[in-house]
């Protein structure tokens, strides 16, 4: 009995040990994947952020200390960039949000033909953004004879915009076609939400007189929470992320208007080819969506 | 322990895919033990492609047992995709043998010793034989960083029917070129029934540099000084500030449009364009119902100078280059006299060889000799500095606040310190 009983122990130990080791064998290839291709390039990135690095040069990479980060400090430009990134996230999350659940709402009915509409809002989304980016420049162009919207407007009889040449408007026209392009995959992550809640609940609510309105607050919303927290939270890191459009339709114009960190990374790092200052941006921007995205977590966390 | 092994098999596989590829060093001798000489160029038309394909063949022949010429076209998109190529070879130290280059790059590459002089490629009268204008843009400190087929130049297209019809005449010769106030008025008069006086290149990018430092030179200064280590004092001089803003006047008067749609001129859509010798056969072929001209680049009202933008892409010869006699006999054959006249002919540009116009005498006729003489006689090629990347970014930039409500002078400013911050990190030392 007793023997029996040790053996099953130490048959557990060995299988435990062999089980441990089969488990590092199989993440093998994923941690020198990710070493390769994430952890070893973001040390490099830390480490160039201390260096006059001219891409040019690299036999001549210079250690510098804190300069980069000191000039970053005092460079307009950046700050700049720092704010119109944030800007555009805090109004494209919650704009590509609504617009995402209104247009799942719209089409979650099992009424005939609603998958043309479905199919509709989801090709933006499958579409490069370069082509959208395209296509939305000449929809902007800001002379009447030429630009769609404008010769909308001048048809309106009401004056016609800069769009994309002006300052003032430059970055909300980026705003309003990223969550036009965007809003059709946030759509189907709620459509997906929308069929887990049951209909009894919907049903319950109708009986204890609740009318449409009624029950979209308290039943919809309070079965998608789950869902809206990860739609925001994923949005919020694409957002941090803005390049195409900028790199397509504005160059970071006019007026700065719509340089955001990720075009300044690239402007100053391969453009200007200055490695070193652009690390150290790269460097900054890596902490301030971390401890977005951790702030984000924590907050959740608490409700 | 049969999981093990296939755990390991699969990790070894996964591993291996993804490193297939790198770590690959750029090929210089084949298995026949011909020198493996390889060019890298933008991707191109169709008749330039062809044009590599058969001379390649014919060099392989010719030098059958000695070399082997090979070409990797690659996509130039807007030409920072290839730029971001090319750092990238450079920063893994595996450049091809020769790589071609656009004009104002020469300087950057050169200053930063990733290419090599070449002085030696060609005889005396060899070189005489080139324009200067592209001898001057691919010559750095003293020494020429790369060779050419082609020039570019830029003048002024006009639509005949709608000139007529407003009275407008046109200069006859390049003494009397518009000055910009006579172009100014000749756009005010033309603006009208959604037509555009004028389209001034708007690429947002290097067209902008391109063109417009013209008016720059034109006006008595430049962008950067002689030895190409400042732009303050020359970007925002005087004379630049004032240049800008006879610009923004014409976009600002709506005369020219900030945001052009394409082929504004072809499609009868701006009366008159800057335009590049390129689109003369774009014109002839695809838009023949469009009765137009061209006329020479307008100049400076005042003690103007007589000038036109050059430049275009060049081949030079990298430091990691290994068979210096094999990559020299490429270069030579690639820049005969027949093929820099096959490549001219096949790209619809004008040659850098003076013999080449013997053979392709139609720019020996209006309107192609309007920009050959440009060429020979007005030619300015853009800034010869280290700092040039910076340069054009930031003047294009500087170009669009102005147009956009910016002050000129305080655009300008900026962006001549940003030039000067550059070259005084990177150069001034060297």
């Known amino acids: 009995m007793i023997r029996r009983k040790g053996g099953f122990v130490v048959q557990k130990l060995v299988n435990k040990a062999s089980e441990r080791k089969a488990a590092y064998i199989f993440i093998f290839p994923a941690v020198v994947l990710l070493a390769a291709f994430l952890i070893y390039p973001s040390l490099q990135t830390i480490r160039y952020a201390f260096t006059d690095y001219n891409i040019m040069r690299p036999d001549r990479i210079v250690f510098c200390g804190l300069n980069n980060f000191i000039e970053l400090f005092r460079d307009k430009d950046f700050w700049i960039a720092v704010k119109n990134t944030l800007y555009f996230t805090v109004l494209v999350v919650p704009f590509q949000t609504v617009l995402a659940l209104a247009l799942a709402l719209l089409i979650s009915s099992r009424r005939k033909g609603v998958s043309i509409f479905r199919a509709a809002y989801f090709s933006p989304q499958v579409t490069s953004m370069v082509v959208v980016a395209i296509l939305w420049t000449v929809m902007y162009n800001s002379s009447p004879d030429s630009g769609l919207l404008n010769a909308l407007l001048v048809n309106l009889g009401l004056e016609p915009c800069g769009f994309l040449n002006d300052p003032d408007t430059a970055m909300n026209s980026i705003i309003f076609m990223s969550a036009w392009q965007g809003a059709g995959y946030q759509m189907m992550i709620f459509l997906a939400g929308l069929q887990g809640i049951s209909p009894e609940q919907y049903e319950a609510a109708s009986i204890d007189g609740a009318g449409k309105i009624a029950s979209f607050f308290y039943v919809t919303l309070p079965g998608l929470k789950n869902v809206i927290q990860y739609v925001v939270m994923i949005t919020v890191i694409q957002a941090m992320k803005l390049f195409t459009q900028p790199y397509v339709m504005t160059k970071g114009g006019p007026q700065n208007s719509t340089r955001t960190l990720v075009y300044y990374i690239y402007e100053q790092g391969f453009q200007k080819r200055n490695f070193g200052y652009a690390c150290a941006v790269a460097a900054i921007f890596f902490v301030i969506v971390i401890s977005l995205s951790l702030g984000m977590k924590k907050i959740i966390k608490a409700d | 322990m049969s999981k093990r092994v296939v755990a390991v098999l699969l990790a070894a596989v996964m591993v291996s895919g993804a490193f297939t590829g790198c770590g690959k060093t750029k090929e210089r001798v084949n298995e026949e033990g011909e020198s493996v000489i390889t060019v890298w160029s933008p991707s191109d038309e169709p008749a330039i492609e062809e044009w590599w394909l058969r001379k390649i063949e014919e060099f392989n022949r010719l030098y059958e047992g000695e070399i082997e010429l090979r070409r990797e076209a690659i996509v130039r998109a807007d030409s920072y995709a290839y730029e971001d190529k090319v750092n990238a070879a ?87 070129a518009w000055t910009w106030s006579e172009y100014y008025e000749a756009a005010k008069k033309l ?29 008595g200064t430049d962008f950067v000084n002689e030895e190409g280590s ?102 030579r054959f690639l820049f005969s006299e027949e093929n820099v006249t096959t490549y001219a002919q096949a790209i619809s540009k004008p040659p850098t060889r003076v013999s080449s116009y013997d053979v392709l005498t139609e720019y020996n006729e209006y309107p192609r000799s309007i920009f050959k003489e440009q060429l020979m006689e007005t030619g300015h090629p853009r800034p010869r500095t280290p700092s040039y990347s910076v340069l054009t970014a930031e003047f294009a930039e500087a170009m669009l606040d102005i147009f956009t409500g910016v002050d000129p002078e305080e655009a300008l400013n900026a962006a001549a310190e940003a030039v000067d911050k550059d070259y005084n990190k990177y150069y001034a030392n060297d």
């Open chain 2, 191 to 219: 603006t009208k029934d959604g037509v555009v006086g004028t389209n001034i290149i708007m690429d947002k990018g290097e067209g902008l540099s391109y063109v417009l430092e013209q008016f720059w030179i034109s006006n």
């Open chain 2, 230 to 331: 400042s732009a303050k004092g020359y970007l925002n001089s005087a004379e630049g500030i004032e240049a800008a803003k006879f610009l923004n006047s014409l976009i600002q008067d709506g005369y020219a449009n900030i945001d052009p749609i394409q082929k504004e001129f072809h499609n009868g859509r701006a009366a008159t364009m800057l335009g590049g010798s390129w689109e003369v056969a774009t014109l002839e072929k695809d838009y023949p119902d469009l009765n137009w001209g061209v006329t020479y680049f307008p100049v400076a009202d005042k003690d103007s100078i007589l000038t036109s933008p050059t430049g275009d892409w060049a081949a030079s010869v990298t430091k990691n280059v290994q068979d210096m006699d094999a990559v020299k006999e490429v270069m």
């Open chain 2, 90 to 176: 450079i920063t893994s130290d595996d450049l091809p043998d020769i790589l071609y280059v656009d004009g104002p790059n020469v300087s950057i590459y050169a200053a930063n010793e990733v290419t090599i002089p070449l002085d030696d490629y060609f005889s005396k009268e060899e070189w005489d034989d080139f324009f200067d204008s592209s001898k001057q843009q691919n010559t750095y400190d003293g020494n020429i960083y790369a060779v050419g087929a082609t020039e570019s130049s830029v003048a002024l297209y006009y639509n005949k029917d709608l000139l007529d019809e407003a009275g407008i005449d046109i200069p006859e010769s390049k003494e009397d």
